[in-house]
């Protein structure tokens, strides 16, 4: 599902560098990365996403390498391929937390926005307990319900790719090992691959592999 061949990327000359020699993600897997604040892993999920280009090196997804496509194709590639839980949540603070669960179908004409799309988007909703906040906007949810909905919005559209960046960083216990379910459960629905950065160690035994991201710094042996 995610191939990273020889990748290097660099912000500008001087920044912060990443390089991964090699990554490999089979359909339907589960693997968590770890690493201290920092390393790249933000980074490196921006890079499979293709919201970053690599300076040298290959990263496709689903067979498509992402950065030969041009800047249309690559927005409606990863609207229709990838869900992408991001850090700092990316929620549109003009549009009420159900228009942001289906904003992917607003901004990709693959995808269709129907019946049985909004069904679902209030289904994940209610699954993650704020069915009942769907009309509110951003600026009225707590942190966590911010979170959620950004959640919600990334598997709405059953991605085949799910790249989580500490989406459940601002949650409970009992509602990350919930959220974590309801992400996984919805994986597997859609046979999907699942990429998830987390700083959350008792959910690592939950995943099949773990990368550890201290490797992937420039000039750092594998
Ligand atoms: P992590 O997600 O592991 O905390 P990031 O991938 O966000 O790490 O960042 C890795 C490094 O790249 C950090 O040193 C950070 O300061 C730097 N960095 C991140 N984004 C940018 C940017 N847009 N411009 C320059 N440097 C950046
Ligand atoms: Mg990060």
Known sequence: MVRVENLTFGYGAKGFRLRVP???????????????????KTTLLNLIAGILT??????SVAGTEVSQLSDTQRRRFRASQIG???????????????QNILYPYRITPALTLDAAARARADKLAAACGIGDK??????????????????CRALVTQPN????????????????????DLLFEQ???????????????????????VLDFAQFREGAPL
């Not at 690599?54 to 990263?59: D, F, I, N, Q, S």
């Not at 009225?140 to 950004?150: C, N, T, Y």
């Open 134 to 151: 769907l009309d509110r906007h951003p600026g009225a949810l707590s942190q966590g319900e911010q979170q959620r909905v950004a959640i």
């Open 84 to 98: 992408f839980v991001f850090q700092d949540f990316a929620l549109l603070d003009y549009l009420p937390a159900r």
């Open 54 to 59: 690599p300076e040298a090196g290959r990263v």
């Open 161 to 180: 790719l799910i790249l989580s960046d500490e989406a459940t960083g601002n949650l409970d216990p009992d509602s990350k090992a919930r959220i974590l």
């Open 187 to 209: 994986a597997e629905e859609a046979g999907a691959t699942v990429l998830a950065v987390t700083h959350d160690h008792e959910l690592l035994p939950r995943f099949e592999r």
């Open 22 to 40: 090699d990554l490999l993600l089979e359909k339907g897997e589960r693997v968590a990365i770890v690493g201290p604040s920092g390393s790249g």
